[in-house]
């Protein structure tokens, strides 16, 4: 498994953030976000990490170097254009390879990070799972990379990666969604897999 961190923007610098939700530990509001990301990574296991540098790359590296103060492996994956994360996912291809991994912001704080959600996944293990309560996160096989080849570049301030989802859902794969997704009606093979 591995982790792929989406840094559009730097998420390095130090800032004051929301309180913490209800029974849930906050981020600390001097440290950058992306720091917390990081360990929340390897909290969970996983330690081969890909950062897509967009705006800020130069800060990015400085501030976390080779990954080794937060326990992980770094692997830098240079984004020219701010084309959104399905072409942050086909600018990191070659890096994921076929093994299954999780992405996620480097501006988005996870409470309690995302172990329990992983091993969700793997024991599910279907083509895509966005983490319930955890926005931002998702979980792919390689049936991404067909997806992300099919899908259009994001729009200024959207995702895109529901369109990732429904497109896989779409080929008759089982996804498991965040909610957002219509549960019966798409086309694919036997209509698409999707669990709520």
């Known amino acids: 498994m591995k982790a792929l ?23 600390d509001a001097g440290k950058p976000v992306l720091f917390d990301v ?11 990490v890909g950062i897509v540098l967009g705006e800020g790359a ?9 990954g ?16 959104g994360p399905v072409h942050a996912l ?37 083509a895509a799972q966005a983490a319930a309560d955890r926005p931002g996160v998702y979980f792919f096989t390689e049936a991404v990379h067909r997806a992300a080849d099919a899908t259009p570049d994001a729009l200024p301030g959207e995702s895109g990666l529901p369109d990732v989802l429904r497109w896989l859902a779409g080929q008759g794969l089982e996804v498991v969604p965040d909610g957002g997704l219509p549960t019966a009606g798409a086309a694919g093979r036997g209509g698409p897999q999707i669990r709520p």
């Open 90 to 126: 086909r600018c990191a291809r070659d890096w994921l390879g076929e093994d299954d991994f999780v992405t996620l912001s480097a501006d988005t704080f996870v409470p309690g990070g995302i172990g329990e959600q992983m091993e969700d996944f793997r024991t599910r293990r279907p």
């Open 5 to 27: 961190v989406l840094s559009g923007r730097s998420g390095t610098s130090p800032r004051p953030l929301p309180a913490a939700a209800e029974g849930r530990p906050g981020p």
């Open 58 to 66: 130069d800060e990015v590296r400085a501030a976390v170097g080779d």
């Open 68 to 83: 080794a103060r937060f326990g992980v492996s770094i692997t830098y994956l240079p984004q020219h254009r701010p084309l």
């Open 38 to 48: 990081l360990e929340g990574i390897a909290d969970a296991g996983i330690l081969d």
